[in-house]
């Protein structure tokens, strides 16, 4: 609810203004004072400085990755039963972008030319198996299903000006079975472009900017959300005509964060359940991807999280994911993709015994490109 359905009503928020006409930093202050009369007006309970804060920043996110997505769907060129699921799409991704719509005349409005902003998009769909382990023994655990959706939105090498969120990457992974409780939603991972530049340099392309970062992860093993502004390059190394080899780094500062703790165990309206702290920190984030062509692709991610507690037990923690993915082409673009993740938490504690702990799991499943 705090960090991930709070960060969505954000998004609702944002998108009513983008859709009347505001830029991305003019929609920003519609998040804050939607989600402050919401606190204040919506709600019998005392307002909660977290949820401004995950409702304003990562809603700003939210929305503006769903603006983008509903227009390079829209197309008011567009009439009769292509125009009807058009529209219908992008109303299931941005509800407030089509109310707006409705009361502005823009649902059936036909323009002979393309008036939104569209930029590349990749889309992958991943379904299969996700396999918890014991520890970190592999293949001792228990299993459940997949559905992975992973999009890269825009050309991080293309020489232009920049506005936010012209590039983009966002993955969503749901999990299902007996085994994974009601965490349906394992993991949402994304971050977008603020501004930056592009650079040439012999076979080296170069994105330097400043990058706004979403991280929720809730899985059966682990517990982390945080939400996180930084610096970043993004590269491509032309290796030859067909393969290539891109890679990423990022550091940043998290202005809030939480993760579960041994020692929460808090009610909440009588419910209890929220067994984590609130903290701030810092992050660094690497990926490396070697794309082989017709033959597939192997990456490397590596994230790092450092946390000092704001609420909750004093104390400090340092979490870091490591997660090597292969994928191997099986015809056309259909590919067999296999990824490991690995899992270690070292909790410092002021007034509580240190909590160190290792996890793993694995994702077998089928990848379908777009």
Not at 36 to 49: K, N, R
Not at 122 to 150: P, Q
Not at 185 to 204: A, C, E, P, R
Not at 289 to 303: C, M, S
């Amino acid at each position: 609810m705090n960090f991930f359905f709070h960060p969505y009503s954000g998004g609702a928020f944002f998108n009513s203004a983008r859709a009347n006409g505001y830029r991305y930093f003019e929609s920003v202050p519609f998040v804050f004072f939607g989600s402050l009369m919401w606190e204040y007006f919506g709600e019998t309970t005392l307002p909660a400085y977290n949820d401004i804060i995950n409702t304003t920043a990562s809603g700003a996110l939210f929305g503006e990755i769903l603006y983008r997505l509903t227009s390079n769907i829209l197309d008011d060129r567009t009439t009769g039963t292509e125009r009807f699921f058009r529209e219908f799409a992008a109303a299931i991704l941005s509800p407030g972008r089509a109310i707006s719509r409705l009361l502005q005349g823009k649902l059936t409005r036909v323009t002979p030319k393309e008036v939104y902003q569209k930029e590349p998009l990749n889309m992958t769909l991943a379904a299969g198996a996700h396999y918890f382990n014991k520890g970190t023994s592999f293949g001792t655990g228990s299993v459940s299903a997949i559905f992975n959706i992973h999009l890269d939105y825009g050309d991080p090498f293309e020489i232009r000006l920049r506005k936010p969120f012209d590039v983009f990457k966002l993955r969503i992974d749901l999990s299902y079975g007996k085994n994974v409780g009601k965490k349906y939603l394992d993991n949402v991972i994304g971050y977008g472009l603020l501004f930056g530049k592009t650079v040439h340099s012999g076979n080296m392309d170069i994105l330097i900017g400043a990058f706004q970062h979403y991280n929720y992860w809730d899985s059966k093993i682990f517990e982390i959300s945080a939400l996180g502004f930084g610096g970043g390059i993004i590269a491509k190394w032309q290796l030859s005509k067909n393969s290539n080899l891109q890679s990423a780094f990022h550091l940043g500062l998290i202005p809030l964060s939480a993760s579960n703790s041994p020692y929460v165990d808090i009610v909440e309206a009588g419910i209890h359940g929220r067994n984590y702290d609130y903290s701030g920190g810092g992050e660094a984030k690497f990926e490396g991807t070697l794309n082989l062509g017709k033959k597939g692709q192997v990456t490397a991610i590596y994230y790092l999280y450092g946390l000092h507690t704001y609420i909750g037990p004093a104390g400090n923690k340092i979490i870091s994911i490591f997660k090597p993915r292969i994928a191997v082409k099986l015809f056309s673009n259909l590919s067999l993709g296999f990824e490991y993740l690995y899992h270690h938490k070292n909790s410092q504690f002021r007034d509580f015994p240190d909590v160190h702990k290792n996890n793993s799991e694995q994702k077998l499943y089928l990848m379908l490109y777009f």
